[in-house]
Every structure is written in C-alpha cells, then in structure tokens.
C-alpha cells in the first residue's frame, strides 16, 4: 500500500487512516500538499500556486478515508495538537482557546470563534522582523487586544447580538506594513458563520 499524501510505501499495520473530514482541516493548514505532487504539475507547464489550488480541489472532493505512512502522520498529529489556533477554513483562523480566556461576552454566547484571515494578518499577526522593521511587539498580546475588547464590548451588548447576530466595536494597534511605529483604529464586527457545517462567531474588518 501507498501512502495517499507522499506516495512512499506503508507497511502493513503501519499506516494511519483519517476522514475526509479530517484531512479537509489538515490541508487549510498546510498539511497534505507533498512536493512530489506538485512537481509534477509545475513540470507540465502549471504555475506553483495553480497547481496547489488544483490539488486542494481534488483532495477536497474525495470521499473515503486517506490512508497515511508513519511520517505523514506524525505531521498531522503536530497540526491536530494545536487545532485551538489553527485555519478552520481557507479564511478562518480558531481562537477558541483565547476567546475562553477572556470570556466575557464569548463566555455568556459559548460558541466556537474564528478571527478572519484579514484580522489575523493586519491585526494580530507580528514575527521578529516586524518588530525590527516597525517597532516591539508581541503577537500573543495583539490577539489578546483583539479579543478582549471584542469579548468586553460584545457582554454590554449581548442582548442586541442575540437579535442582531451582529455587533461592531473597534481597536487600538500598530497596522503591520513595515512602516508604522503608532497605533491606528480598526473597524471590526463579529458575527455569526457557518463553516464547516458549524456555527461560529467570526471577527472580521468592516473597511
């Protein structure tokens, strides 16, 4: 047997199976695209970024369980391990764990939360050559700027979420373009999404 990621051989009883609906969350988060695979349509002419696209789109079609060699597996099990802060989609990133920290507002709804790819890049999201580039800052404490402002403000509103499934609020933070060194405000919402067949509360950039 084959594995269905990397193609190298699994012995018998070696190997792992996992759902499709488990390897649709291993591949939003960078798992199960193997160099072999894309080299062979990069070769045939295909640009890199076509060829994962048009790998993804297959993988996320198919419909039995994906058989995986010992290696693979070990892969998947790093990214299961720190599924709270993972992409749940193309264009979500979980912040479960931290929307239980802060509870708040997040605590009275008890609903899984996602932060949008715009909100986790612009506003979260700071690596050391950021902070040379820009000035000091430390990612987990952006997050946590995001969130508990969100969690504050939406416990006032509660309420209003609950009729709405909408509530606005904005926040304080240093725009991640290599340049700015103040703070400027962003305009976020939360709101409730649908992803997976689930129903999350997602924090998202209004402009």
Not at 23 to 33: E, S, W
Not at 82 to 99: F, I, M, P, Q
Not at 123 to 134: P, Y
Not at 180 to 202: H, M, N, P
Request: net charge negative; charged share 25%.
């Amino acid at each position: 047997m084959l594995c269905d990621v990397c193609n190298s051989t699994v012995p018998p009883e070696a190997g792992e199976r996992i759902t499709p609906e488990v390897f649709t969350y291993l591949l939003d988060n960078g798992f199960g695209l193997d160099e072999t695979n894309i080299k062979m349509l990069t070769d045939a002419g295909m640009p890199r970024s076509a060829a994962e696209t048009a790998l993804k789109k297959q993988y996320q079609g198919g419909k039995a369980e994906w058989l995986i060699c010992p290696q693979c597996a070990a892969k998947a099990m790093a990214i299961m391990a720190h599924r709270s802060e993972s992409w749940v989609s193309d264009g979500y990133l979980a912040v479960t764990s931290t929307a239980e920290e802060v509870g708040l507002g997040f605590d009275v709804l008890g609903a899984p939360v996602a932060l949008s790819r715009a909100v986790w890049t612009e506003c979260v999201e700071w690596t050391d050559e950021d902070s040379e580039r820009q000035t000091y800052q430390e990612q987990d404490s952006r997050l946590w700027d995001v969130m508990f402002t969100g969690g504050g403000s939406l416990q006032l509103k509660v309420n209003q979420f609950l009729r709405d499934q909408l509530h606005q609020y904005s926040v304080q933070c240093i725009p991640r373009d290599g340049a700015s060194t103040d703070a400027v405000e962003f305009k976020l919402l939360i709101r409730q999404t649908v992803i997976r067949g689930q129903y999350w509360l997602t924090i998202e950039k209004t402009g």
